[in-house]
């Protein structure tokens, strides 16, 4: 069960502008606001944020959206960034690096996400493996990576604990993947 | 009797010191003529620091000043078009005869001069200055594409310091135009400029003690623009000057920002200003410029 929610269409509802910028720290809070009660509203575990339509995203808007929504989640939803622009994608990354977090975006090229933020490189290599391989204990993929079972399991714990990717009785998922 | 400021014959960031100068000669309050007879350019730093004065001025409770505007009619068209008069009339008395004209919109005139007070006004800068921004950098100055959105964020969080630390309105002017004295090339300009509290006063609360003596104008701005240290506490803030600096290493952008008696650059390698400037004549608020320069022929890939 998957939300979408069109990130355009709360800010035209939230702010009385004729553009679509996601600009200033005033925008960011109310164009939240309005995520965290779709959020709240609908219960699904996973939401992709849709940004098409949306124009420039600058950085105190996407720290007071992005970066707040996953510093403190307002439900246990795991979080999609889709449709985003290279540059709108760059202000995000740009907040992420600065908290120290990381956020899962939709991947066209490949399908399903990737992450992007403050992922390491070990990280990103178990996420991609999991990816590939679907729902998987930490022994399995370590077995099929070739790494070893507890620096494996520790790199799922961190994108456990990023939200980057689920973990449900010892089997690690990605958040899409049902 | 009244004192006369002097506004330069050619008013850009340099000659803004004897402007400055000029204006703190006195109180505020002192009945003030400000003379631009003599004028024959202005930068937008000019623009929104003429403008700054004059609002200094009405929040020190002094008396309306005169203008006397420019002798050269091309001078005085040229600031009609900016849209410098229409918002200098609310704050001064106009002396002279202005051309009836309309703000031109495709020039070298990308953004007009804006007042900036909330929010809202944000959005309309950004707004409004996205396809002209494209035009001039993309088409005129040479830089890819993808360099007006990172334009517009530089404009956008410029303009946020106003909103969010000056505590009064402040203004926004953006041109294109050349720079042949340092560079030869042509480049972008954005002025924003405020009346406000000025970093020093906006961080005291928080970083006066961090410093110590050495806590003054100069450390307030080497706070904000190199360390990132915001007044608030939200470890999110302090993004956007960061921001702007990543956009201007990219593209060999200059930044300076002056605030009270203090100013500090972002030099690229193209100039040769000083990085930090202290006891400068005090100018109320801060007063930020953003300079975007013209790509040479072979391009320049390695800042990105």
């Known amino acids: 069960m998957r939300q979408t929610i069109r990130v355009e269409r709360l800010l035209r509802e939230s702010v009385e502008t004729p553009y679509s910028n996601l600009v200033t720290r005033t925008t960011g809070r109310l164009v939240r606001t309005s995520i965290e009660r779709a959020l709240e509203a609908d219960g699904a575990p996973l939401a992709l944020l849709d940004f098409s339509d949306v124009g420039l995203v600058d950085f105190s808007c996407a720290d007071e959206i992005i970066a707040k929504l996953l510093l403190d989640p307002p439900t246990g939803a795991y979080l999609v960034l889709q449709g985003l622009q290279d540059e709108q994608l760059e202000a995000i990354e740009h907040v992420l690096e600065h908290h120290e977090l990381a956020a899962l975006v939709h991947d066209p090229a490949q399908g399903g996400a990737r992450p992007v933020g403050r992922v390491s490189a070990d990280l990103r290599t178990v996420f991609f493996h999991l990816r590939e391989a679907g729902a998987s204990t930490a022994a399995a993929l370590a077995g099929q990576m070739g790494w070893g079972a507890t620096h494996t399991a520790d790199a799922l714990e961190t994108l456990a604990r990023l939200r980057l990717v689920r973990c449900s009785d010892g089997l690690y998922a990605l958040p899409y993947d049902a | ?304």
């Not at chain 2, 050269?72 to 600031?79: E, F, I, L, Q, T």
Request: hydrophobic share 45%.
């Open chain 2, 1 to 304: 009797m009244t004192r006369v400021v002097e506004v330069p014959a050619f008013f850009d960031e340099r000659s803004f010191e004897a402007f400055a100068q000029s204006l703190a000669a006195g109180p505020l309050t002192d009945r003030l003529l400000f003379d631009a007879r003599g004028a024959t350019w202005s930068s937008p730093v000019g623009f929104v620091a003429m403008l700054t004065a004059a609002q200094a001025v009405r929040e020190a409770g002094g008396p309306t000043p005169q203008f006397t505007i420019p002798d050269s009619a091309d001078v005085r068209r040229y600031w009609v078009r900016t849209g410098l008069f229409r918002h200098l009339a609310e704050l001064v008395e106009i002396h002279g005869k202005l051309p009836r004209l309309k703000v031109e919109e495709q020039s070298d005139v990308l953004l007009d001069v804006t007042p900036v007070r909330a929010s809202e006004d944000v959005h309309a800068v950004v707004g409004k200055i996205q396809a002209a921004a494209s035009r001039i950098l993309h088409g005129e100055l040479g830089l890819e594409a993808k360099a007006t959105m990172g334009f517009a964020m530089a404009l956008s969080e410029a303009c946020q310091n106003i909103v969010e630390h000056a505590g009064t309105g402040g203004w926004v002017s953006v041109h294109a135009y050349s720079y042949r004295k340092r560079l030869k090339r042509r480049v972008v300009v954005i002025a924003v400029s405020d009346a406000g509290v000025g970093f020093r006063r906006s961080l005291e609360a928080t970083q006066a003690r961090r410093f110590g003596d050495r806590w003054g104008d100069a450390a307030a701005l080497e706070a904000a623009v190199i360390q990132n240290v915001s007044r608030f506490r939200d470890p999110g803030r302090g993004q956007g000057i960061a921001g702007i600096k990543r956009y201007l290493a990219r593209w060999q952008g200059k930044l300076t920002i002056r605030s009270g008696t203090a100013r500090i650059a972002i030099v690229p390698a193209w100039d040769d200003d000083s990085p930090l400037l202290e006891q400068l004549a005090p100018f109320p608020g801060a007063q930020v410029q953003i300079v975007i320069p013209a790509q040479q022929d072979e391009p320049q890939d390695d800042a990105t």
